[in-house]
T-cell receptor, first 111, second 113 residues
Framework: DQQVKQNSPSLSVQEGRISILNCDYT??????FLWYKKYPAEGPTFLISISSIKDKNEDGRFTVFLNKSAKHLSLHIVPSQPGDSAVYFC??????????FGTGTRLTIIP | DAGVIQSPRHEVTEMGQEVTLRCKPISGHNSLFWYRQTMMRGLELLIY????????DSGMPEDRFSAKMPNASFSTLKIQPSEPRDSAVYFCASRNGGFYGYTFGSGTRLTVV
């Protein structure tokens, strides 16, 4: 049972444009939501997070939006840069225990 | 700080053989997690330890999988006997309280032929 879902396995975006990655979840008890970025042959690295009591968190070019009623969150990257090409994982946390990850979205930025 | 160290980076083995993956967490981190990455399921948690004690092993797929953490600086994930469907990238992560503290290793790519 996949509690965190990323329905788009891949996404291609022109350099300079906005990249929008989506994530849906089923467990309304999740406290925090996080995005991780993964380059080939490396482990995932933390990118940005949002608490369940907020609806937006911004860090430079990266913004995460949370819609609790829809159990949906999204990551916006603007402007997109070639170095943003990677696999992005959405993750959720309940009770400061284990992270539950989605299946990932491969983002390709086209120069 | 050398980060989370996993070995080997790549492992190719024949079906039926025993495979042991190793992880050295960051010194001072008190939680350790083993994840498996596949195309179909993404990153799935296999087992995690707090202070060397296994807390949740519900993600371990079968009895063929076992994990140990004999001390704070070392953990192993063993598959015996291995099967082709075990082929995946296995990640170890450690943290020291709080969700920001997760640090992943570079992973072990396992291929069972």
């Amino acid at each position: 049972d996949q509690q965190v879902k990323q329905n788009s396995p891949s996404l291609s975006v022109q350099e300079g444009r906005i990249s929008i990655l989506n994530c849906d979840y089923t467990n309304s008890m999740f406290d925090y939501f996080l995005w991780y970025k993964k380059y080939p042959a490396e482990g995932p690295t933390f990118l940005i997070s949002i608490s369940s009591i907020k609806d937006k968190n911004e860090d430079g070019r990266f913004t995460v939006f949370l819609n609790k009623s829809a159990k949906h969150l999204s990551l916006h990257i603007v402007p997109s840069q070639p170095g943003d090409s990677a696999v992005y994982f959405c993750a959720a946390l309940f009770g400061n225990e284990k992270l539950t990850f989605g299946t990932g979205t491969r983002l390709t930025i086209i120069p | 700080d050398a980060g989370v160290i996993q070995s080997p980076r790549h492992e190719v083995t024949e079906m039926g053989q025993e495979v042991t993956l190793r992880c050295k967490p960051i010194s001072g981190h008190n939680s350790l997690f083993w994840y498996r990455q596949t195309m179909m399921r993404g990153l799935e948690l296999l087992i995690y330890f707090n202070n060397n004690v296994p807390i949740d092993d519900s993600g371990m797929p079968e009895d063929r999988f076992s994990a140990k953490m004999p001390n704070a600086s070392f953990s192993t994930l063993k598959i015996q006997p291995s099967e082709p469907r075990d082929s995946a990238v296995y990640f170890c992560a450690s943290r020291n309280g709080g969700f920001y503290g997760y640090t992943f290793g570079s992973g072990t790519r396992l291929t069972v032929v």
